[in-house]
């Protein structure tokens, strides 16, 4: 525990300008980043009697072993600066929402030709109309199900309209009308696009003129005795208006709204929001997170805002923002969301009428989801908690490890060496710090000799970081390629508490000797074999059993389970990858894209091997000197063995192997 008047600045050194601060611990990690209006006055807050911060604060800045800050222009900078960081360096500190899921949008890719309806997940695309977010992807199928009689877009991937261009047979759903069947051109380009601009329209809000509309048709088709097609057209409207009751009005005048509720304890707070266009609700989503900072009701609707909008620009940020608390000073965040939407945005608490009432349903959902959040987490933490108080148990270790690294290798007979790293915190996967390792001292099938190098390797880096030495001499690098001064969490700064191998005695040996050799003597180590599901520990004849009912056995045997499939996924990448190399794989600065024109100009690599220099050199991209090393390259390599169809016996021709620049 660190205290805080071994890192406070010395009087003066503040500025009272607006900017943003962090707070970093020992290892250099950025811990906390905060904004303050002026520096010198919130930074002093942090730095007074300790039995006057509250325990959250208490514990962030005892944790910390140095602060610094960045000076900005206006307060709105401030905002954007703190939210940059806080993205970039995820600080355990910070109020940080776990969304549960990525939540799915209805998308229609005017960027295309032909647009597209479909679900979408995840990043948002340039040139994509976005509607939602849905809470589920059945419920975006059953609304594009009613749509499509009136608006046929289509729906199909990329194979399968090509594949209905190519044999002039649209798919089922342009045989019964859902689709305009563009790939067989029942309708231009032109006249797809309108229909999607208009099935864009409609899911926007604007319905009214398609129904007046579709009914003037169907009266026409009546009074002129066409039955059959006012009766598709009846059938049209009524799709339509079962579709808009999925979304019932719930806003007069066509309002564009967000609506953001939070319910909070002293422990935890969620955040629901409720996205309503043309007055009717389109998505709802939700986050939860824990309250590591001390933070008010305004300043978690401060980051849900950042969170929500941070990536967002243009009419993805509505006109109007209803909150039940406003941010302080809420100037500086409604110029902000001002800036992102490119126009005049109305940050409020809604105070009566319609809008108050809809804030209170959005409040009961937060509430729930609170109370439903509590119930599995209680479930999990109690779970996760005993497993590793039974391992620390059973291993003989003074607390409980709260990170483990375990380390599998992986290969085929010998050939394709690799190494795997993954790491659990809290007893969860944080694959974001899995690593992967190559075999690099020797070749050749010895799991005990690859287990130290791998183990050497990752925590020379680790102490290369700690002792700031700035010097590696190792074959993987530079140390700085490895540490991190900016404070971001990556790579291999950061020493478990636990260290588990995959296998028995002599791989726990070889780890141990590894990290004697370094010096580095508090970190556990232990070994889980996969016959009997034995936990080994180094220089103990006989293994630690476990019962098999044990929760702290069911978590080693998950972190081992994940290692292996990590090790054997990047084994096989590998392999595939050397299955597919060809001669043309090794001449320098000979990229994927030339390659694939010297193949496409030739035909083939035996072509290319008997062509000349100048013939070479007639391919776009490629230089005299280029084509030399090229026809260097090809006279050195030997011609492979001939291909057989393993089904029929039959040698297969030269010219037919000529993916990827493959030897013939």
């Excluded at 597209?116 to 040139?127: A, C």
């Excluded at 302080?328 to 809604?350: F, K, Y």
């Excluded at 702290?552 to 990448?573: K, N, P, S, W």
């Amino acid at each position: 525990m660190a205290d805080p008047s071994s890192y406070r600045p010395k009087p003066g050194e503040i500025p009272e300008s607006p900017g943003v601060y962090k707070f970093r611990d020992e290892h250099r990690r950025v811990i906390y980043v905060g904004k303050a209006k002026s520096l010198r006055q919130r930074l002093g807050s942090y730095f007074q009697d300790l039995s006057g911060l509250h325990p959250r604060t208490r514990t962030m800045v005892t944790t910390a072993a140095s602060v610094e800050w960045t000076v900005v222009s206006t307060e709105v900078e401030a905002l954007q600066l703190e939210y940059s960081w806080i993205k970039e360096y995820d600080p355990r500190f910070n109020v940080k929402y776990r969304d549960d899921k990525s939540y799915p949008y209805l998308a229609v890719t005017m960027n295309e030709e032909y647009p597209r309806v479909q679900v979408m997940r995840g990043q948002k695309k340039k040139g994509v109309r976005y509607f939602g977010p849905y809470g589920h992807a059945w419920a975006i199928r059953d609304t594009v199900d009613l749509l499509l009689r009136v608006f046929p877009v289509r729906t199909c991937s990329a194979g399968v309209f090509k594949n209905a261009a190519r044999t002039g047979r649209p798919c089922l759903l342009g045989y019964i009308g859902k689709c305009s069947a563009p790939c067989v051109e029942k309708v231009s380009a032109e006249e797809h696009r309108e229909l999607a601009e208009e099935f864009c329209d409609f899911m926007t809000g604007r319905t009214g003129t398609y129904l007046r509309r579709l009914e003037k048709q169907m009266v026409a088709a009546a009074d002129e005795m066409e039955y059959e097609r006012a009766a598709r057209l009846r059938d049209d409207i009524e799709a339509l208006k079962k579709a808009m009751e999925k979304n019932a009005v719930v806003l007069a005048d066509a309002t564009d709204a967000d609506l953001i509720a939070v319910a909070e304890d002293e422990l935890e707070a969620a955040v629901q929001i409720f996205h309503v266009r043309g007055g009717r609700v389109r998505g709802q989503r939700g986050w939860v997170t824990d309250r590591v900072e001390a933070v008010t009701t305004a300043g978690l609707v401060e980051h849900a805002l950042q969170q929500l909008y941070g990536e967002e620009t243009g009419d993805s940020v509505p006109k109007e923002v209803l909150v039940p608390a406003l941010p302080e000073p809420v100037e500086p965040v409604q110029e902000w969301l001002t800036g992102r939407r490119g126009a005049g945005v109305s940050l409020r608490i809604p105070q009566r009428g319609d809008k108050r009432a809809l804030m209170e349903t959005v409040a009961r959902n937060a509430q729930q989801a609170l109370a439903l959040h509590k119930t599995k987490r209680a479930s999990d933490l109690t779970t996760r908690s005993r497993a590793l108080e039974e391992i620390a148990e059973a291993l003989g270790l003074d607390s409980a490890p709260l990170r483990i690294e375990c380390y599998d290798i992986s290969h085929l007979q010998g050939d394709d060496v690799v190494a795997s790293m993954v790491v659990f915190e809290d007893g969860l996967a944080r694959k974001s710090e899995y690593r992967r390792f190559q075999i690099k001292s020797f070749e050749g099938q010895d799991d005990v000799r690859s287990m130290h190098e791998v183990i050497t390797r990752r925590f020379r880096r680790y102490l290369a970081e700690k002792e700031r030495t700035g010097e590696w001499t190792d074959e993987d690098g530079p140390a700085d390629a490895f540490t991190e001064e900016d404070g971001r969490p990556k790579k291999f700064a950061y020493p478990p508490q636990l260290l588990v191998v995959d296998g028995g005695q002599p791989q726990v040996a070889a780890a141990r000797r590894a990290l004697d050799e370094l010096g580095i003597d508090d970190i556990a180590v232990c070994g889980l074999a996969k016959r009997l599901e034995e936990v080994w520990l180094p220089q103990d004849d006989d293994p630690v059993v476990m019962p098999r009912t044990s929760e702290g056995l069911y978590l080693l045997q998950r972190v081992r389970d994940e290692a292996h499939r990590f090790a054997i996924t990047y084994q096989r990448t590998k392999r595939a990858k050397r299955f597919r190399a060809g001669p043309l794989d090794d001449v320098p600065g000979l990229g994927e894209t030339r390659k694939q024109a010297l193949i496409k100009h030739f035909g083939s690599v035996k072509k290319l091997r008997s062509a000349t220099i100048d013939q070479i050199c007639e391919v776009p991209g490629i230089g005299r000197k280029t084509a030399e090393t090229i026809a260097a390259a090809l006279a050195q390599a030997a011609p492979a063995a001939p291909a057989v169809n393993t089904a029929t016996g039959e040698i297969m021709e030269d010219d037919v192997r000529q993916e990827r620049g493959q030897e013939p």
